[in-house]
């Protein structure tokens, strides 16, 4: 598949390392592509470079890697992506009440927010349950740690899914975009554990089943 890759930092980065060499033509969509670090993470896998809306454009799905703060005009700013595939794994995350939480959530969720933004994509939600190094490699971890998807649009769940299985994950289909508004708050429960709890980072959920 054609993946483009929107945003650098560290989910963008683990995703495009944890891709590289699985068959994808990967194209990192970055406003900057002279920062050393873009280089050294285009030299290491392999990965093209564009504008964000060219490399949203020319690709079958479009990865939104971004901060939320900035999401929102980020987003609007890629353009008609009508009939791609657009993977959310972002958490709406900020400060609430002096501590970090989800600015969102009940009612709606991050995922519907930005299927609004981009009216007629396919979006997905998923790869936002865990943190960035679990998504770069995960073969060390006893169990094959799990990801939960939902969307609307079941080929463009497929598509997800099965970049998932390349990063590495077991791919769950939780339901209908609506489903985000679940897997964000489960999302937060990995970073309290993580980070506040003091489980450290290279850990997953895995689904177990008996036989």
Do not use: Y
């Not at 592509?33 to 990965?47: C, H």
């Not at 959310?88 to 930005?114: I, K, Y």
């Amino acid at each position: 598949m054609r993946v483009a890759i929107i945003g650098a930092g560290n989910v963008g980065a683990a995703i495009t390392r944890g891709l590289a060499g699985k068959g994808h033509q990967l194209v990192l969509g970055v406003r900057d592509p002279a920062k050393p670090e873009v280089v050294a993470l285009t030299a290491a896998t392999g990965a093209a470079v564009a504008a964000p809306d060219q490399a949203a454009k020319g690709a079958d799905v479009v990865v939104l890697a971004l901060p939320w703060r900035v999401a929102e005009a980020a987003v609007r700013a890629l353009g008609d992506l009508t009939g791609k595939v657009v993977i959310d794994c972002m958490n709406p995350l900020g400060m609430v009440d002096g501590a970090l939480g989800l600015m969102v959530g009940h009612t709606t969720s991050g995922a519907e927010m930005v299927q609004g933004w981009l009216p007629g994509a396919r979006v997905v939600k998923t790869l936002n349950q865990v943190g960035a190094e679990i998504m770069a490699k995960n073969d060390h971890l006893p169990h094959r740690p799990v990801q939960f998807v939902a969307g609307d649009d079941t080929a463009a769940k497929e598509a997800a899914m099965a970049l998932l299985r390349d990063l590495g994950f077991e791919p769950l289909d939780a339901g209908g975009l609506a489903k985000a508004r679940l897997l964000e708050p489960f999302g937060m429960v990995w970073i309290n554990q993580a980070i506040l709890r003091g489980k450290g980072r290279d850990w997953a959920f895995a689904a177990v089943a008996g036989q």
